[in-house]
């Protein structure tokens, strides 16, 4: 590029613009005018210099939108890339009638469509770090025509005055800015009309140390973690709305920033881009007059003296704050008849997020169906549709309260076609406007990392056509990501992996267990939902691996064995533990029966027994040598195996020398079963959202508290005995269904006011008709608190196939490094388990939680995910049985998965997930899906609280989907198995359009 910045059209010292606005800027005062004079001919351009190598960047996919209008597809890189296509420069943009600009994002992948138009994700959702940023403050005067003039001599009149810059308005604001260090300047920026834009550039190279090469810069700390793009929007917006606030108070123009600048995607005025003159513009030009968008004060740094982090603007650790915050209202706005119009703006994204669910309902738009046009008719919302990539007319139509696409065509085959929507157009266009889309929210947006871009492809994960530099076959998808899944867990102290079912995570796993097991550094475990599945597990792993030395060993919790060798009717409970004044019901077990302690201690012989090998002469030496066992349990055991106490004392053979010593002692065996028993890999699989938060009503909150002040409110301090007999007098002539063991839980979590979340059905709106039932959960109030086993181990992965529990730990992780920064140790919560256990400070760990999400369902064939489809209407708790025996009828010997039928050919969708039995067994599988409990939908609203979300119980029916239809299809695809799945027509108009846009598999 020229060293020249000087615009094309300024070249003759601006003589040609300057007289050209003189007649419609003789309002202004004379120092203004000569001032803007002096600007026109000597322009500065030092802004854009800085920006233009990031105009495109190949290498890093990224660019900033440079148009001339509005209105551009996608605010897409098609424009930039032409430009510099033909040879053109900075000094070009102006004379090619270029007029706005963007901050940074990714290049889309474009899907072509007729006409030679492209498809294009939303910008919203692809805003990347290019290293520079710019946050743009405008203040937009409203009144009369003189009123707004002087408003605008005003603004001009911060540009100058004073010998030196410094001296001028803006220059005192650069100074009081420079105390950012990764703040690099302001340029003012003429409209062309009635305002300045004022430009405020920063270096945020920071928030990405990793992918800037950072990591010895004195911004950045050893530990300092790359802001996800998926936080960028959000946290830039969050720190507008400061830099605005102090941008008004040093100005004090009287007038609050304009808001619509605070998103990064949307456009601004581009130094030295040339306006169109609007008709009846206040300034008077004629419509269609060129107007130069001057720039009228710069004042830029290269870099800040001795920088510190925490007195930058842009702040690592807020961007995950501001992830963690409490959500507010989603609603773009409301609509009281379907035929309000829609603004410009909201068609063009209103037709973006519609053709991505036609492509996913009905195909690809060169032999389908797409939508072209939006306007309002006699029966409110008509949406015009070309018919294919050949059609030039969009003459199909769906409008109203029609769901059903009417075609018109000369063509007898597309005229005999039929295509139809879950929602009518008038429903569709009220989804839109109330939440801003038609579900493609319902999957967090984000970047892939490195690791996900090595498996899937380097393209946007959300993208709706099939990437072509992605795996092309599931087999190639599994075998990448089979590979990918160790690197990941052991590279992190805490994972957290998102995959399709049936994508063979397990067995990659397994085997890496066996190869990276350190002697010295503890046990290795393997969490499942249930004691079936960590036998199957377990069984799996020995059948892999049958003389490696190591060996799969079930290991039951404490209160499991106790269970299966004590009758029920001589079994202790934990009240009794706590008559006797014992910590737990270990303790007074083993303090009080005898018997039961030999039948204990005699399993435990023999479950370590069973480890060992033939005595070996080794160096003329007979050795013992023991198995190294990996162990294959329950959530429940791996969930508590932190805590000092428990199963996991039990286990040891030493446990009862250190029940039966006192002072010095049992403290020196505390600390060597603590050694003996750690562990140096948890693997804690299909992790349920009980797992990750624990949570209490209102109304049992206030119950145990009740409890609590019985005890003058020292609960921690009181004994067994007293906690029993507060409990017990508290339910005196009560009916509260609050067990003993719950209380003491719910009281030991230690719930603030902080963690109170209030179910508001109005973010997420389910269930119809005037007297929804659903509607009456609002306000209704829960605690929530994140449970502490996750960051308790030297190692700790999980796995999941939901969507629901990833968008959690997303949130978890969120909260986790806003709350506790690099190198600070989180507080332990002073729990006590049922067992007596407490923590064990040495297991834990600051990492933050790291999630990988290796889900790309397009890479299966269409037979592999298509699903047969029934709307029937006794799809409810009323008619179910009725409905299943027509349908046993129709499909003999076929497998039922409900949760509100019973029968032995039917199974529950919780003992369905994770089961290989439904595949390849030659019959029909049919899934019935129903409304949920309106208890369940309120904790689904609580958690739309906690997570700052809106979609929990949409998510919660899209894995319910996934996981039952995935017993079968995708990597369990059995062709001899037909696939269907049952609703009701009200219940597929709540979820279709949900599940067509976002599910693994595809309803048809």
């Known amino acids: ?25 003789g309002f202004l005062k004379k120092t203004a005018g000569n001032h803007v004079e002096r600007c026109l001919k000597k322009p500065q351009n030092e802004l854009m210099k800085r920006l233009w190598p990031h105009v495109l960047d190949a290498e890093q996919q990224t660019y900033l939108c440079i148009a001339d209008r509005k209105k551009v597809s996608g605010r897409s890189h098609r424009g930039i890339e032409r430009h510099l296509g033909q040879g053109l420069g900075l000094a070009d943009l102006g004379e090619r009638g270029m007029a706005f600009f963007t901050n940074a994002m990714k290049v889309p992948d474009a899907v072509s469509l007729p006409q030679g138009d492209e498809f294009y994700p939303p910008p919203s959702r692809r805003i990347a770090n290019c290293g520079l940023y710019v946050h743009t403050v405008e203040f937009d005067p409203q009144g009369t025509p003189d009123e707004v003039k002087a408003a605008l001599g005003k603004q001009i009149g911060w540009c100058f005055g004073g010998k030196k810059p410094e001296e001028t308005t803006l220059g005192r604001l650069h100074k009081q800015l420079c105390s950012y260090p990764d703040y690099r300047g302001v340029e003012a920026v003429w409209s062309g009309n009635k305002s300045l834009h004022l430009h405020f550039l920063f270096d945020i190279r920071h928030l990405a140390p990793t ?49 619509a600048l605070r998103q990064p995607e949307n456009f601004r005025r581009l130094p030295w881009g040339i306006r169109q003159a609007e008709a009846n513009n206040v300034l008077g030009f004629p419509e269609g007059t060129p107007i130069p968008q001057a720039v009228l004060f710069s004042m830029l740094r290269h870099h800040a003296k001795d920088p510190e982090e925490h007195r930058c603007l842009h702040r690592v650790s807020d961007f995950f704050t501001v992830a963690a915050k409490k959500p507010q209202t989603r609603f773009r706005r409301s609509i009281g008849a379907a035929t309000n119009d829609l603004t410009a703006d909201e068609q063009r994204d209103f037709l973006e997020v519609l053709t991505d669910l036609c492509y996913r309902a009905w195909g690809s738009p060169v032999d389908h169906p797409r939508p072209a046009s939006l306007h309002s008719g006699a029966n409110g919302f008509e949406i015009g549709f070309y018919n294919n990539q050949h059609d030039t007319t969009p003459s199909s139509v769906m409008s109203g309260d ?77 075998n990448a990501i089979a590979q990918a899944i160790p690197v990941v867990a052991l590279g992190n102290a805490v994972s957290a992996i998102l995959t399709p079912e049936g994508a063979g995570k397990t ?103 069973a480890l060992r090998l033939p005595p070996k002469t080794i160096k003329g030496k007979a050795r013992d040598l023991k198995k190294v066992p990996i162990f294959f349990t329950v959530h429940s055991v791996a969930q508590k195996w932190h805590l000092s106490g428990g199963t996991r004392f039990w286990l040891n053979p030493h446990y009862q020398d250190f029940q039966n010593a006192t002072g010095e002692r049992r403290e020196m065996l505390r600390q060597q079963i603590e050694a003996a028993t750690r562990l140096q890999w948890l693997i804690h699989d299909e992790v349920s959202a009980d797992d990750l938060l624990f949570r209490a009503s209102e109304a049992e909150v206030a119950w145990c508290h009740s409890v609590e002040q019985r005890l003058d409110g020292s609960w921690r301090q009181a004994s067994p005995q007293q906690r029993l007999a507060a409990y017990r007098d508290q339910q005196t002539g009560l009916s509260v ?124 064939p269409s037979e592999a995910v298509e699903v047969g489809l029934k709307l029937d209407p006794r799809a409810s708790k009323e008619k179910l049985a009725d409905l299943l025996d027509d349908l046993r009828q129709t499909h003999s010997g076929c497998q039922f998965i409900s949760d509100l039928a019973k029968g032995t050919d039917v199974a529950t969708h919780e003992k369905a997930k994770g089961s290989n039995s439904f595949r390849g067994s030659g019959v029909p599988t049919i899934s019935v899906y129903t409304y949920l409990a309106i208890p369940q939908y309120a904790d689904l609203l609580i958690e739309n609280a906690f997570t700052g979300r809106s979609d929990m119980t949409k998510l919660w029916y899209l894995d319910r989907f996934n996981q039952t239809c995935g017993r079968t299809l995708g990597y369990r695809h059995s062709p001899d198995t037909p696939t269907y799945v049952v609703m009701s027509p009200n219940l597929w108009r709540e979820i279709g359009v949900m599940l067509m846009m976002k599910s693994r598999y595809r309803p048809f």
């Open 1 to 25: 590029m020229t060293d020249d910045l000087t615009p094309s059209f300024l070249r003759d010292d601006g003589g040609d613009a300057v007289e050209g606005l003189k007649p419609f800027l």
């Open 211 to 259: 992918k800037f090469d950072q990591r010895d810069h004195k911004l950045v700390s050893a530990e300092t973690l790359d802001v996800p793009d998926e936080l960028l929007r959000s946290g830039l917006q969050d720190f507008w709305d400061r830099l605005a606030r102090q941008v008004e108070t040093f100005l004090g123009f009287g007038l609050s920033a304009d808001p």
């Open 402 to 478: 029609h769901n059903r696409l009417l075609i018109y065509s000369a063509d007898p085959d597309v005229r005999g076609r039929t295509y139809v929507l879950p929602l009518s157009a008038n429903e569709l266009v009220e989804v839109f406007l109330r939440t801003g889309d038609l579900g493609g929210d319902l999957i967090q947006r984000r970047s892939r990392n490195l690791i996900e871009q090595r498996v899937l492809g380097p393209d946007d994960p959300d993208a709706w056509k099939p990437s072509r530099r992605s795996p092309d076959t599931p087999e190639a998808l599994r």
């Open 507 to 609: 067995t990659s796993l397994l085997q890496a267990m066996v190869t990276h097991h350190e002697p010295e550094e503890g046990f290795m475990m393997f969490a499942a939902r249930s004691y079936e599945q960590a036998e199957e597990k377990c069984d799996q792993f020995n059948e892999l691996f049958p003389d490696s030395g190591f060996v799969g060993v079930v290991l039951g919790s404490f209160s499991s064995t106790y269970s299966s060798l004590v009758p029920e009717d001589h079994r202790a409970t934990s009240q009794d533990a706590a008559e006797a004044g014992a910590s737990s019901l270990l303790q007074y077990v083993y303090d009080s029966d005898p018997s039961t302690v030999a039948l204990l201690e005699q399993h435990k012989k023999e479950f370590w027994d």
């Open 737 to 860: 269904e609050i067990s003993f063991e719950r209380c003491s839980n719910i009281l030991d979590a230690g719930f603030t006011p902080e963690e109170a979340y209030v179910a508001d059905a109005s973010t997420e709106p389910f269930g119809r008709g005037t007297q929804n039932a659903y509607a009456k959960v609002t306000g209704q109030k829960a605690f929530v608190k994140s449970r502490d086993w996750l960051t308790s181990h030297k190692r700790v992965t999980l796995l999941t196939t939901e969507h629901r529990i990833f968008a959690i730990l997303e949130s978890l992780a969120a909260r986790r490094t806003a709350n506790h920064p690099v190198g600070e140790q989180p507080d332990m919560a002073e729990m006590v388990s049922e067992d007596g256990a407490m923590p064990v400070p040495a297991g834990r760990t600051t990492a933050p939680i790291r999630l990988f999400n290796f889900d790309l369902p397009e890479v299966f």
